[in-house]
Structure formats: structure tokens, C-alpha cells
């Protein structure tokens, strides 16, 4: 069970248009088929609260695999796996009624202890601030996307948080 989205201090108006919204976007993610995302099976509104109900995904994010790491960092044939079944997972959000996702991070994908596949388990469709304003995913870019699946390749593969736009530096530099 997931909190999507607290209405508490919102107008009544307010709470019919977030409300009409929530439905759309989480009407959509219930639609979502994809081999590494989790099933969306219900969502409902709820003393003021949105909240949406998916599979429970048993694993560790990949934050904590890299915290964990006695390196670290992890190894390149898994980070290229791992990034693989993200450019899947992005190609089908991308593609799937010109979802955008917009807001990928390690946090947000579990590695599933039972197969070890990545499960992105955080959608980035659903921000109060879009629900409010009645702006929508589509305006995102997919540059975005693909420069934090960058990002998130870097941090596996360093440990480290790039400071700056990522440079054409070669990793087997910094980590030989």
C-alpha cells in the first residue's frame, strides 16, 4: 500500500480536480504490463488521502546494494545488466501512452531477491504539484530520462554522485 498524495490542505475545488487526476494517472498505472514493474491492482481515496495498492516487490534498492558494496561499486557485467533492464523499463513507459517517467534515482528500483531482476517501484507519474496545476507527464523530456539512466550507471559503477554534467571521462580511469 502506497500514500500517493495528501489532500488535507487543499480547497474542495482543489480536491475535485486532484481528485478527476488521481483517477487518470492511477487508471493508467493500473494498466501498466511490464516484466519489471510492479502490478498496480487498486487505488482509492480515502480520508483525504490517494492511495494505491501494488505488488510487493522483496529485494533491496540499489542504493543500498551500492552502501553495501565492500567496494563501493559494483561490477560492470551486472551494472550493464541492471542498466538494460532499465532502457527496457524506460522504452516502455516512454512508449506506453506517451508515459514519461522523469525522475529516475537508485532509490527507486529494487533488485528482486527471487530473480534479481531491477523493479523500478516508485513512479514518477504522480507529483501533488502536477495533480494541482493540471500539468502532465508528457511535457517532460526523454533527455532526462536517459541522462539520469547515465547517472545512475556512474553511481553503480563509482560509488560517487557525479558533481557536474557527466564529461566524456573514461571510468576505468578514476577505477582501474
Known sequence: VKIMADLQDLSAEEKIHVGQSFI????????LRHPNLPC???YFLEDDFFYIIMDYIRGKNLEVLLRESPNKALSERQVIQWLIQICRIMDYLHNYKTMLYGNLKLNKFIVRASDKSIILV???TISMRNLINGTSHDKQDIRNDIYLAGVIMYQLLTGKYPDEPLKNSSIREMLP
Open 24 to 31: 487518470k494517472e492511477a487508471s493508467l498505472l493500473a494498466d
Open 40 to 42: 498496480v491492482t487498486d
Open 122 to 124: 516508485d513512479f514518477g
